[in-house]
């Protein structure tokens, strides 16, 4: 982090001085590259109430490929935010919380990995359908299988049901302590106000003498977003 307030510098210091900084672990994104690639994961659900899904619009943010959360709710007009203004297309996605079970070296042991898995939000289905047969599926271990090759647009995966005699509890741990100070907004998802979407990636001008008020606009709508989104994935 290059930028520091003075009350986030003291709860680092905090943090790092109760040892919580060390132990927290990153939570990365997941993904299956090749065909036939597969995973053995845990996912971090016992109720289909806790799913992440959000609508949210990919932008190119500094360079980089991003989701930004959409500000529009479901009733909320077009105004409501600057990217919907914009004609930038929106896509309704879920953010799958995963342990990633990954034998070590040595054979020895079985290292867990914190992921998040991007789907489009049709993967509501899919889960509940787990829920319907297993129950609490934090209980139960499972295989994800990639079909398709690297780059196909017909890239499916079957998510199998992992036998417990196999793939028992003792070495594939239940542990989603990573998840604990985890928010997908912010993180996996960009969490920008209207007027950061404005300034930052619109590259507009924003007047914000008053932040509770619809804030004065101008947005270069003349211009053909060339920063926009380069591809569309499922
Ligand atoms: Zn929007």
């Known amino acids: 982090m290059a930028y520091l307030t003075r009350d986030q510098y003291l709860q680092q210091l905090a943090e790092r001085s109760n040892g919580k900084s060390q132990q927290r672990q990153y939570v990365s994104y997941f993904g299956l590259k090749d065909d036939g690639d597969e995973a053995v994961v845990r996912f971090a659900y016992s109720d289909p109430s806790q799913f992440d899904v959000y609508?949210?619009?990919?932008?190119?943010?500094?360079g980089k490929f991003r989701k930004v959360n959409c500000l529009r709710g479901f009733h909320d007009p077009v105004e409501k935010c600057p990217l919907c203004e914009a004609g930038e297309p929106v896509q309704n996605k879920?953010?799958?919380?995963?342990?990633?079970y990954e034998r070590a070296e040595d054979?020895?042991?079985?290292?867990?990995?914190?992921?998040?898995?991007?789907?489009?939000?049709?993967?509501?289905?899919?889960?509940?359908?787990?829920?319907?047969?297993y129950g609490d599926i934090s209980d139960c271990v499972f295989k994800i299988r990639r079909s398709g090759e690297r780059g196909s647009l017909q890239t499916t995966y079957s998510i199998m049901f992992a036998n417990p005699s196999v793939y028992n509890s003792q070495l594939y741990k239940k542990d989603f302590s990573?998840?604990?100070?985890?928010n997908v907004l912010g993180t996996a998802v960009l969490d920008k106000s209207y007027?950061?979407?404005?300034?930052?990636?619109?590259?507009?001008?924003?007047?914000?003498?008053?932040e509770d008020e619809q804030p004065l606009v101008s947005v270069p709508k003349d211009e053909t977003p060339s920063s926009g989104p380069k591809r569309i994935t499922y």
């Open 178 to 182: 990573a998840f604990e100070d985890y």
């Open 94 to 100: 879920i953010y799958i919380k995963l342990i990633k």
């Open 55 to 62: 609508t949210v619009h990919p932008v190119t943010v500094d």
């Open 195 to 210: 007027k950061e979407i404005v300034t930052e990636i619109l590259g507009g001008e924003c007047d914000d003498t008053d």
């Open 107 to 133: 054979g020895s042991t079985i290292n867990i990995v914190p992921c998040v898995w991007e789907r489009p939000a049709s993967y509501i289905t899919i889960l509940n359908n787990l829920f319907s047969e």
